[in-house]
């Protein structure tokens, strides 16, 4: 079992920047990308960014140039640094852990980008 725990949502103005955070603990040696999806309200959940071992990264177009994930292999952390976040990005943010044949999830954190 992996318990993944995220930090570091909340309200910004458009053009405004935020930066979540999770920490993975439990059978981390299981795990061999860690990530970010984001589910608005009426839709699907979607990838947002994803950070797989030996250093490739996944980004959604949308969030192309404005996104960076970043990812601590050591200290079992993964980042989300948002900048100039827009209405559009407002969702629940969900951490990800993959490990073979098995997905973890965090318990997600709104982010809600409004003036």
């Known amino acids: 079992q992996v318990q993944l725990v995220e930090s570091g949502g909340g309200l910004v103005q458009p053009g405004g920047s935020l930066r979540l955070s999770c920490a993975a603990s439990?059978?981390?040696?299981?795990?061999?990308?860690m990530g970010w999806y984001r589910q608005a309200p009426g839709k699907q959940r979607e990838l947002v960014a994803r950070?797989?071992?030996?250093?490739?990264?996944n980004y959604a177009d949308s969030v192309k140039g404005r996104f960076t994930i970043s990812r601590d292999v050591p200290k079992n952390t993964v980042h989300l640094q948002m900048n100039s976040l827009q209405p559009e990005d407002t969702a629940v943010y969900y951490c990800?852990?993959?490990?073979?044949?098995?997905?973890?999830w965090g318990q997600g954190t709104q982010v809600t980008v409004s003036s």
């Open positions: 990800n852990a993959a490990s073979v044949g098995y997905d973890y």
């Open positions: 950070s797989i071992d030996g250093g490739r990264t």
């Open positions: 439990g059978s981390i040696f299981s795990i061999y990308a």
